[in-house]
């Protein structure tokens, strides 16, 4: 079963260079949108309260209160 599975692999992506470039990109792509969302939501978690977008309410006023 893994043979077959490593050889349509194979045969599917690595056989030719262009494919696995490709592959190898559109893999380093996807990691990295995976990998900077999720970092950004763990930021986002440890830095609540502390972030300009958290605590801009208290320091900007509206155009609306200005009128």
């Known amino acids: 079963m893994?043979?077959?599975a490593s050889s349509s692999l194979y045969n599917a992506l690595f056989r030719r260079n262009y494919t696995m470039?490709?592959?190898?990109f559109a893999g380093a792509f996807t990691f990295e949108m995976w990998y900077g969302s999720t970092m950004d939501k763990i930021w986002d978690k440890n830095n609540r309260g502390r972030q300009w977008k958290d605590i801009r309410s208290k320091y900007v006023e509206d155009a609306e209160e200005e009128e």
């Open 2 to 4: 893994a043979s077959i």
């Open 21 to 24: 470039l490709g592959a190898v």
